[in-house]
């Protein structure tokens, strides 16, 4: 390590230095701006981060051609229309998205800057009072470290002859056959979109199907949103091949693709803050470190690894960077995933949902079905719209948790969550709202079943 007295003099002097451009670095550096305060923002690869480059909207794209492809289908199972079978140009597809990556970096880019921030290209080195990134040395009084996570690489024998998400522009056609390893949301979307292309599909969960899931979305799913893909639970994988995953009692033949979750980039900052046993960097409520002038924000933290709560940990870092003291609140925070349909919901604690309440239990719970709006007509016929449901407290009327799944839910349990946050009276929710009509929302209708019965 350079000792930082003999750097003394020689380094530029920046307030505020960002390392990660991601969602929570990108933000922070904008709030900053906002507020009237500069940051030098130090990126290693591409601004944007996971989510952008990898992650999320690299999923959306190739989501909206498999639900293109699915509908076709379904049109097709219905007589509606009669055509060819179509010819997907994977190749053609990932030019495109890294075509519309540049837009949008470009984008990202000009923000910061028209907020006079600086953005450098390059690995940074970090020291107790300054970074070094390009040879150049650069001091700080505030540091923020937004590094992002990367895949998960559990110990199995083979694991490096697995593709995992950054592979997924790096292919050039869609494989024959994938073996997907995992079992939560990322897997599931990854097991959902190359089913629609036409691959052979099969999840391999070391325990259970999307255990974090209520019990009644998690069958929807399996039954009306994943019916062509093979869940293979509670496998003890031996060994992973080039072109195979050896199971105790069975090997499974296909490309293996790895989907076990995601471990925090924290390697940069190792020597200089503390760190939980799984590499997490550990930050109070105010985004500070175990050092007083040093935050970190996002996924290496540790924390919901979801790029809006990555953008809410780089705004509360950059007002306290900034001098404004602003505190963090994980809770009630809506998630989700997508797959044919939406996937998400809000539970008021951070515990799982139970997928049983006892008779005397303080929780009842109403599910009805999603109705025909907007993106499901066409699935009344085979009784697949949906599934809304809230889990309630019938004394006091609160709401405990509130999922769906339909077109609609990614908003509509959004707006559930900020009700619930802010303690909204829903018995007033219930009266006033008006839906614009035709809506796949149902959450006004579960709210007005609580109050009416």
Not at 403 to 430: C, K, Q, W
């Amino acid at each position: 390590m350079i000792n930082s007295l003999n750097k003394k003099n020689m380094g530029k002097k920046s307030e505020n230095i960002i390392i990660g451009s991601g969602p929570a670095g990108r933000l922070a550096a904008l709030e900053l701006g906002i507020l009237g305060k500069k940051a030098l923002l130090i990126e290693k690869n591409y601004i944007g981060g996971n989510c952008l480059n990898e992650g999320c909207m690299v999923l959306c794209a190739l989501s909206d051609i498999a639900i293109f492809l699915d509908n076709k289908k379904r049109y097709e199972n219905l007589g509606l229309i009669k055509g060819d079978n179509l010819e997907i140009f994977y190749n053609e597809i990932v030019n495109k998205i890294r075509k519309t990556q540049e837009i949008i970096r470009k984008i990202h880019t000009h923000e910061n800057q028209s907020y006079g921030n600086t953005i450098i290209h390059g690995e940074a080195e970090i020291f107790e009072d300054s970074v070094l990134v390009n040879g150049e040395t650069f001091e700080y009084d505030n540091l923020l470290i937004a590094t992002g996570s990367k895949p998960f690489i559990p110990n199995i024998k083979g694991s490096e002859y697995s593709l995992s998400s950054p592979d997924i522009l790096k292919l050039d056609k869609v494989p024959e056959k994938l073996n997907v390893i995992g079992g939560g949301a990322i897997a599931t979307e990854i097991s959902s979109l190359f089913s629609s292309f036409g691959c052979d599909v099969k999840m391999i969960v070391r325990g259970e199907f999307l255990k974090e899931i209520d019990k009644d979305l998690r069958e929807f799913i399996s039954a009306k949103l994943l019916s062509n893909v093979e869940i293979h639970q509670n496998q003890n994988i031996v060994e992973i091949k080039k072109n195979s995953v050896i199971c105790e009692d069975e090997e499974f033949t296909g490309t293996p693709f790895l989907a076990t979750g995601r471990s925090p980039n924290s390697e940069i900052a190792k020597d200089l803050v503390e760190t939980n046993n799984k590499g997490a960097i550990i930050v109070d409520k105010m985004m500070r470190t175990s050092v007083n002038n040093i935050y970190a924000a996002g996924d290496v933290t540790g924390s919901v690894n979801l790029t809006p709560v990555a953008r809410m940990d780089g705004i509360v870092a950059g007002r306290n960077m900034a001098g404004y003291s602003n505190f963090i609140d994980y809770k009630k925070i809506p998630q989700g995933f997508g797959l044919n349909l939406n996937v998400d919901f809000v539970q008021d604690n951070e515990s799982v949902v139970q997928d049983n309440e006892s008779e005397d239990s303080d929780k009842k719970e109403i599910i009805i079905p999603a109705p025909a709006g907007p993106g499901t007509f066409w699935r009344v016929l085979t009784k697949d719209t949906g599934i809304s449901k809230i889990r309630f407290n019938p004394k006091t009327k609160e709401i405990h948790w509130a999922g769906a799944v339909s077109p609609s839910s990614v908003s509509d349990v959004a707006y559930i969550s900020y009700l619930m946050r802010t303690g909204h009276d829903m018995e007033n929710f219930y009266e006033e709202f008006i839906e614009i009509h035709p809506s796949t929302d149902v959450f006004h209708k579960l709210i007005s079943e609580i109050y009416t019965h």
